[in-house]
């Protein structure tokens, strides 16, 4: 028996360091430490080990064991919870940072716009307070702080509108290449891509109508793909495609009250053409009130190879959402009438099912886009396993350089 383990042992030990590595690299961290003491060799084996760590808001497990590697060992680190220890300054060999203010004390937001992490290409940030909004934006614009960054989403915690003024824009930030905000001003949007020239991704909701001056802003040649959620998913649709004529990817949401759908992709079938002949792919989410049948989704089908995805689905009375990447209407959302006033109807009958085991928002298109690009996020991007990560700008996953 004594003979057996001492032979396994020996097998083990004759295993290359680089065959160790890599398994490492498969191993969480809390696992991960429990092999540190094992003898020199394994020790130093754990230390050439590039950490990813992620830290979720429902584990309850203590984060001593984040102390136990070196800080130029951790290159991604995700955390959603509090950390006291926590300090950016320690850990310059990050190349993916999210982070959630809700967690961070006022030292540590502080962090975030002082650190300087000239490896970090990936930065999300959650919960962003009011006071740090423009303090961030600034440190982001002017590219100091993160001269590698190519990657950025900020979710604020609270929107307030405010100027770019000319010390804002006074410096330009050339490596982001991805940027996604979950609310901004129609009115800075100029401003705002004045500051990111090789932006090719851009992300955001316009809770306002387009301004007669944003119409004067220049167009903004190199962005290829745009998310955004409108007021008006037609005329302001129209007037932000006129300022990116060479977008190849566009995803529109919005809601078109009791407006005809129809006439709606109507439009955008003779409107896509003509301003964005470069487009390649069009995803929509698009909700309405109206008694339409499913010859209307046919017919809205016929009307352009973009449409062709176009599917319809109904929710509570007649409301509506007319989606590509999407399989089961999404409940409670915005644009749904919860009491609506009476309808005229056109015809007799429905043709979608109401889902009513349906338990999360919109919980199939975030399946498909979470296994992609979102939960990169929460993948191995970097260290602790596949050498892939997720590219914002190629919809993508890329091997590590």
Known sequence: M????????????????????????????????????????????????????????QEDYELDYISSFTPTQIIRLEIHREWPLLNLHTLPELRSLTLDCNCLSKEQMNQIVSVRLPHLERLSVDSVTHDLQESLLDTLFQ????????????????????????????????????FTID??????????WNQLPNLRRFETSFDE?????????????????????LSDPLHDL???????????????????????????????????????????????????YSTDTRENEFNIQKLHTFFKKVRCLSGHGHNQCYATDMKIYPLNNEYEESSPRPLVSHTTSSFHHYYDEYDRYNDDYYQDYDNDEDEAWARNEYGNGPGMYWDGESDEWCPLP
């Open 183 to 192: 609310r901004w001003n129609l009115f800075n949007l100029g401003s705002l």
């Open 143 to 178: 590219g100091e702080h993160f001269p590698s960054l190519t990657t950025c989403r900020l979710k604020l915690e609270y929107y307030y509108t405010f100027e770019l003024n000319e010390y804002r824009t006074s410096s330009t930030n050339n490596a982001i290449r991805c």
């Open 209 to 229: 109508w387009f301004q007669p001056k944003i119409c004067s802003s220049k167009p903004h040649l190199s962005i290829k793909h745009v998310q955004v959620t």
């Open 2 to 57: 004594n003979g057996n383990l001492s032979s396994s042992r020996l097998r083990l030990e004759v295993l290359p360091d680089e065959l160790f590595l890599e398994i490492f690299q498969y191993v969480d961290p809390v696992d991960l430490c429990s092999f540190k003491g094992l003898n020199r060799r394994i020790d130093g084996i754990i230390e050439a080990v590039r950490v990813n760590i992620a830290v979720q808001w």
């Open 238 to 288: 129209e007037k932000l495609l006129a300022l990116t004529p060479n977008l190849a990817r566009l995803r529109v949401r919005g809601g078109l009250g009791r407006s005809s759908v129809t006439s709606y992709f109507e439009k955008l079938a003779k409107l896509m053409p003509k301003i964005v002949p470069l487009l390649q792919r069009f995803d929509c989410e698009v909700y309405c």
